[in-house]
């Protein structure tokens, strides 16, 4: 399990694209017939894919977390963007299809993923963060996600939100997460961008297709940078850093967040005329 670094405000103005990309991009996720995770210092979270093939992937703790079990000290969030799958917890077995979310809860032993069909593989998407309390194991499907229409036509940023574990949805201890799908035509989210220092969250961009790519933009408010995103592949923004994003076209990012709080408008605004 590799382990990210995230660079200190004042470091990170001076990093080339190369640095910036090594710091704050995870490109390694989603081999087929493999289980991946990342470490990074940003809130302990632990960011990881498993695309099973032939056989299940049993999710394990590794050296890096000194403990028994994955779970043992952690909770973890699964978004499948792939096939039909099935994620096993102690035994119970949990179906997702695409777009559905499965909330692990801290204590939660014996974790590991199959895929319905080897030709069409489930893709399921992991964040963990530390967790002090355990919550239930529970699944949704994308009709129990809470809907939220944002932006407009004439901004280029119609988006349908969905919410997935959050203080309304699936009871979490830290984690916050869910997906936001662009409609076709639009292609900012998240503008104005905002920070909240209370903690980190984590993008994962996918469903643009092999050519298409997001412009991620990152940094304090008055020291922007930008990423190139491709499919798939997953931003990691301290609480310092601003999120948002334009696109070659429309697409879908998940996000997640692990911190202080759960308080999903806890966010300080970045007014477009403030940014450099």
Not at 203 to 223: T, W
Request: neutral net charge; aromatic residues 10%; charged residues 20%.
């Amino acid at each position: 399990m590799p382990t990210r670094y995230s660079p200190a405000p004042g470091a990170y103005p001076a990093l080339d694209t190369q640095a910036l990309r090594a710091a704050f991009l995870v490109d390694s996720l989603f081999q087929r017939g493999e289980l991946d995770l990342v470490y990074t210092d940003t809130d302990r979270a632990v960011i990881g894919s498993a695309v099973p093939t032939g056989s299940t992937l049993t999710l394990t703790a590794g050296t890096e977390l000194r403990a028994a079990y994955f779970c043992e000290r952690r909770e973890l969030g699964i978004l499948n963007i792939g096939g039909d799958g099935i994620v096993t917890v102690a035994g119970r077995e949990y179906p997702l299809a695409k777009l559905d979310c499965l909330y692990v809860g801290r204590g939660s032993r014996d974790v590991s993923f199959a895929s319905l069909s080897a030709a069409a593989p489930a893709a399921f998407y992991l964040l963990s963060y530390p967790a002090h309390a355990p919550y239930p194991t529970a699944l949704a499907q994308l009709k129990d996600a809470t809907a939220v229409e944002l932006g407009t036509v004439a901004e280029a940023n119609r988006r349908t939100l969905h919410k997935y574990i959050h203080a309304g949805g699936l009871k979490s201890c830290q984690l916050v997460m869910g997906f936001t799908r662009l409609h076709e035509g639009s292609v900012w989210n998240t503008m104005p961008p905002h920070t909240h220092t209370r903690r980190s969250e984590i993008y994962l961009y996918f469903d643009l297709g092999a050519q298409r790519r997001v412009m991620h933009f990152m940094g304090q408010p008055q020291e922007t940078r930008h990423l190139v995103v491709a499919d798939r592949q997953v931003v990691i923004s301290p609480s310092w850093s601003i999120h948002s994003g334009c696109g070659t076209g429309a697409y879908t990012f998940c996000w997640g967040m692990g911190g202080e709080n759960q308080a999903f408008d806890d966010m300080d605004l970045a007014p477009l005329a403030e940014l450099r």
